[in-house]
C-alpha cells in the first residue's frame, strides 16, 4: 500500500477555548486558526489533514488508532493529558505513526506538573513556547521527517 498523503492533526481538552482562553498564555488564536493554518501549510506538499479536537481522552485514542491505517503522521498538542495519560502515549505507540508534539506555552516556564511529558520521548520534535506558530513548524518538521 502507498503512503497516505493526510496528517492526523489531534487537539487536547480545553484547546476548543483557543482565543478565549487565558489569552495571555494561549493567545488570542481560535483552535479554527489552528486547523486552518496546519491545512494550509500541509496543502503546501499535497497532504491533507484530518482533525480532532475532544476534551474526552477516549475519543482522542480513538482518533489515534483509526490513524494508524490511513494518516502517514501526527502533530498533537495533547493539553493537560500531556502531563497525565499513559493511555495517549500508548495509544500513539500502537499508531506506529512520527509524531510531532507541540505546545503553544512554554511549558517548562510554568508549574513544576508541566514539565513531564509522557509524548515528549516518543516525539519526533518537540516546539514548545511558540504559540500557533508551533503547529506551523511541527506540520514541516512531520513533512520533513516523511521525506
Ligand atoms: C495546553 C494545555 O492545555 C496545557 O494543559 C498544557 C498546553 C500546555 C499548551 O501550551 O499548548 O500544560
Known sequence: MSTPTRLLLVNGPNLNMLGTREPEVYGHDTLADVEALVERTAA??????????????????????????????????????????????????????????????NVHRREPFRHHSYVSDIAEVVVVGAGIDGYEFGVRQLLRVLG
Request: with cysteine; aromatic share 2%.
Open 44 to 105: 503546501e506538499a499535497s497532504y491533507e489533514v484530518r482533525t480532532v479536537q475532544s476534551n474526552h481522552e477516549g475519543v482522542l485514542i480513538d482518533a489515534i488508532h483509526a490513524a494508524r491505517d490511513d494518516c502517514a503522521g501526527i502533530v498533537i498538542n495533547p493539553g493537560a493529558l500531556t502531563h497525565t495519560s499513559v493511555a495517549l502515549r500508548d495509544a500513539l505507540l500502537a499508531a506506529e505513526l512520527p509524531v510531532v508534539e507541540v505546545h503553544l506555552s
